[in-house]
C-alpha cells in the first residue's frame, strides 16, 4: 500500500498568515493527490485535485503544488472558516490510502 | 443540487448487524461510482471500498473483506452498506462519496453524505 505521511500534524496560525501543508508518498503518485477539508462534525470536502486543480467553488487562496513525492497544500491570508482538519489522499493506486491529517487552529 | 443524504445513526450490540444507505439526489445516479470511507472517532479517514453504481459490481479494501457488503437499489438512486457479526472496533463514522467526473476515472470525492455513526457496544 502507498503510505502518505502528513506532516505537521497540528498547527496553530493568526488571521491573514500563510500556513503549508505536507504530503509524502512512499512512492511515486504521478500528481494523483488530492486534499480535504473537514470541520468538526461534518464531512470532508473537496479543495484540490491532481495535486493542484483546484475544485469549483473553493477559495484561491488554496494552492496545491508538488515537488517529486512530496505535495503541499498552502493557505494564504487565513480566514477564520479555514480552520479545521486537512487531509490528503492518493488516487493512484488501491487501496485509496489518506494521510493521517492535519489540525489547524486559527488564533 | 447534488446530495448524497445517509440514513440516522446506530446503536448496535456486538455480533448484530447494520445496514446504511445513502440515497443520492441531483444527478443521474448510474453515472459516478460511490466510495465508501470510514472514520474512527477522533481519527483519519480509511477507504473502505467503491461500487460501480452501472453495473453494481463491489471492490472492496483488504480490511473490509467478509463482514462488510455494499449494495445497491438504483431505481431508489441509494446505495447501501451491510457490516454483520459487528465487532467494538466496527465503531464509527462512515461516510458514501461520490467519485467526480474525470476524463481518467481517478478516484476523487466531490460529494459526501453527512456521515452515519456505528456505536458497537454490549
Known amino acids: 500500500d502507498i503510505q502518505m505521511t502528513q506532516s505537521p500534524a497540528s498547527l496553530s496560525a493568526s488571521l491573514g498568515e500563510t500556513v503549508s501543508i505536507e504530503c509524502l508518498a512512499s512512492e511515486d503518485i504521478y500528481s494523483n493527490l488530492a486534499w480535504y477539508q473537514q470541520k468538526p462534525g461534518k464531512s470532508p470536502q473537496l479543495l484540490i485535485y491532481y495535486a493542484s486543480s483546484l475544485q469549483d467553488g473553493v477559495p484561491s487562496r488554496f494552492s496545491g503544488s508538488e515537488s517529486g513525492t512530496q505535495y503541499s497544500l498552502e493557505i494564504n491570508s487565513l480566514q477564520p472558516e479555514d480552520e479545521g482538519d486537512y487531509f490528503c489522499q492518493q488516487s493512484y493506486k488501491f487501496p485509496l490510502t489518506f494521510g493521517s491529517g492535519t489540525k489547524l487552529e486559527i488564533k | 443540487q447534488i446530495q448524497l443524504v445517509q440514513s440516522g445513526p446506530e446503536l448496535k450490540k456486538p455480533g448484530e448487524s447494520v445496514k446504511i444507505s445513502c440515497k443520492a439526489s441531483?444527478?443521474?445516479?448510474?453515472?459516478?461510482?460511490m466510495h465508501w470511507v470510514k472514520q474512527a472517532p477522533g481519527k483519519g479517514l480509511k477507504w473502505m471500498g467503491w461500487?460501480?453504481?452501472?453495473?453494481?459490481?463491489?471492490t472492496y479494501a483488504d480490511d473490509f473483506k467478509g463482514r462488510f457488503v455494499f449494495s445497491l437499489e438504483a431505481s431508489a438512486s441509494t446505495a447501501n452498506l451491510q457490516i454483520s457479526n459487528l465487532k467494538n472496533e466496527d465503531t464509527a463514522t462512515y461516510f458514501c462519496a461520490r467519485r467526480m467526473y474525470t476524463t481518467d476515472y481517478s478516484d476523487y470525492f466531490d460529494y459526501w453524505g453527512q456521515g452515519v455513526m456505528v456505536t458497537v457496544s454490549s
Open positions: 441531483g444527478y443521474t445516479f448510474t453515472d459516478y461510482a
Open positions: 461500487i460501480n453504481t452501472y453495473t453494481g459490481k463491489p
